[in-house]
């Protein structure tokens, strides 16, 4: 395990869930990988399979009709897989806390969760701090 | 040539969001396309009934994070709609440089996606680097970069800082350049030429038969707009609209490259008007009388539309949202028909769809799992039956007399 955490470290894919949020928390995660972020200087790369991916971003509150589909990506993905749930969605649902179309109070009633960055929508300064934090726990 | 079906989606690399796409092919020509929506559902309508006025606000700002001001902005149209409240001049202009700052933005992302869409990534990486200063500009008008928050029942939330008009200038008049370097690109660049021009075309019968609004009609040459038809705060501006005669692609990049360059425009008016207009920026609004009320507003994407009834509490009774992709998605079956598979993945995203903004339906499972299939007409005929046979009184009335004396006749 030390020995691929240590790779892993170096060169993290990430794959992006967009599960039921307001499409604000994905933009900014396009934003990352644009010049004004530019996290692909720290090895990090949006990927297009989720087969091929380290740690999965998850916006949203998660739906009844996506919550299966949720599930089977984080089946298939290979393991060890980091989630990490972006924006107060995923937390807790932010404005839609009372929405009768939530599957579960938060995020990781559904699917193992790692890291958690809240905000409505976080900045991409705050994700790429959430990720990199996320990578100093590995040992 | 056998059929062959390409499923696609909820999740692609390609899509942003969770949508559902079922392409029937022939060799390379798509025959059909059907697609399934719902996957992004979250019952705004329903929670907007448990909350306030104000918060509501908050709420359909919460509906679509790249058009999170044209919902509010169509939401308070319909509230202040109710009672005829008016609004103070200057929050007039402040909602119309916020409203314009959104539709540069978005318009530049449709065309990042739109890059990336017909693997032209360069434009993509480019389109993106000049919509993060209108990113941080929002942030200094608002306090933050999207979601701005600035709508209120009576006017906005917060004034315009008079002191960062020299700041947004200078960043205007780049967008303004890079626009046109843009257009020029467009104009005689081999690549976006042959892999736009001519592709996708949506007719203006077709336009018109279904119900096309915004840049999607505009670029078949339907000349609407809501800002210039019906405005609400947009009459101390002028705006100009503009109209491609085509249909294709290619007309709608450049509908949407010309409209961020008139926004540009339209804020520049704002900024000159904010020198000279002081005063308030709200008029307090005590209480909401019952009634209904509509409001309309031209998001970026085409007419947003929001119905709101109120029964005199400071809370809605049923608020209706009608975002302009609803309309504009079907138009798919039109221009996607009949063309090769490899253009209909830019013709679907021509049309700049938010499926966020769309899903009003849902799909229901019951305890055991299995899918409730939900037909709306079903449901409703069920619903009245109920009715009837509540509301029908046990005993005979007077009424009911008549009938039997005309039966037994
Ligand atoms: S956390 Fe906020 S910005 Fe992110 S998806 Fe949810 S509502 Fe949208």
Known sequence: MAFYNKIIKKSIWVFHVSASPCNNCDIEILDLITPGYDIERFGIKLVGSVRHADVLLVTGIVSHKIAPRIKQLYEQAPKPVFVVGIGTCTVGGATFKQSYNKAGASLDKIIPVNAFIPGCPPKPEAMIDGIVKLLGTLK | ?409
Not at chain 2, 103 to 113: E, P
Request: glycine share 6%; net charge neutral.
């Open chain 2, 1 to 409: 040539m056998s059929k062959c079906r390409i499923p696609l989606g909820p999740f692609h690399p390609l899509l942003e969001e969770a949508e559902f796409f079922n392409i029937k092919v022939e060799g390379e020509k798509v025959v059909d396309i059907e697609m399934e929506t719902g996957w992004m559902h979250r019952g705004h309508e329903k929670i907007s009934e448990t909350k306030t006025f104000t918060q509501s606000i908050f709420l359909v700002e919460r509906i679509c994070g790249i058009c999170s001001t044209s919902h509010p902005f169509a939401c308070v149209n319909a509230i202040e709609d109710i009672d005829n409240i008016e609004i103070p001049e200057r929050a007039k202009y402040i909602r119309v440089l916020i409203g314009e700052l959104e539709r540069i933005h978005s318009h530049l992302l449709w065309v990042c996606l739109a890059g990336h869409f017909i693997g032209y990534d360069t434009l993509w990486m480019w389109a993106w680097k000049y919509r993060e200063p209108i990113l941080q500009l929002s942030e200094m008008i608002t306090g933050n970069r999207n979601h701005y928050a600035m709508m209120r029942v009576g006017g906005v939330g917060r004034d315009f800082d008079n002191s960062l008009i020299p700041k947004i200038i200078p960043v205007l008049d780049m967008i303004e350049k890079k626009m046109v370097m843009l257009a020029g690109a467009a104009n005689d660049d081999p690549v976006l030429r042959s892999r736009l021009k001519g592709v996708g075309v949506l007719t203006k019968e077709d336009a018109i038969n279904y119900c096309a609004n915004g840049p999607t009609a505009r670029a078949s040459g339907v000349d609407i707009d809501v800002r210039r038809d019906d405005p609400t705060a947009y009459e101390v501006v002028d705006v100009k609209v503009i109209v491609t005669p085509n249909g294709d692609v290619y007309d709608k990049l450049v509908v949407r490259v010309l409209e961020i360059i008139e926004s540009c425009h339209i804020i520049k008016q704002c900024l000159k008007a904010f020198e000279k207009v002081q005063g308030p920026i709200i008029n307090k609004v005590k209480e909401i009388s019952p009634g209904e009320g509509i409001g309309r507003y031209e998001a970026p994407r085409g007419e947003v539309f929001h119905y709101i009834r109120s029964d005199g509490s400071n809370r809605p009774l049923r608020h209706k949202v009608r975002a302009p992709s609803f309309s504009n998605i079907p138009t798919y079956k039109a221009s996607c028909v009949g063309i090769p598979l490899a253009d209909a993945l830019i013709t679907l995203a021509s049309v700049d769809p938010c499926y966020c903004c769309t899903e009003r339906s849902i799909k229901a499972f019951d305890i055991n799992g299995k899918k409730i299939e939900h037909n709306l007409l079903h449901l409703s005929r069920k619903k009245t039956e109920r009715l009837q046979r509540e509301l029908i009184p046990k005993e005979k009335s007077l009424i009911d007399g008549i009938f039997d004396l005309s039966l037994s006749r």
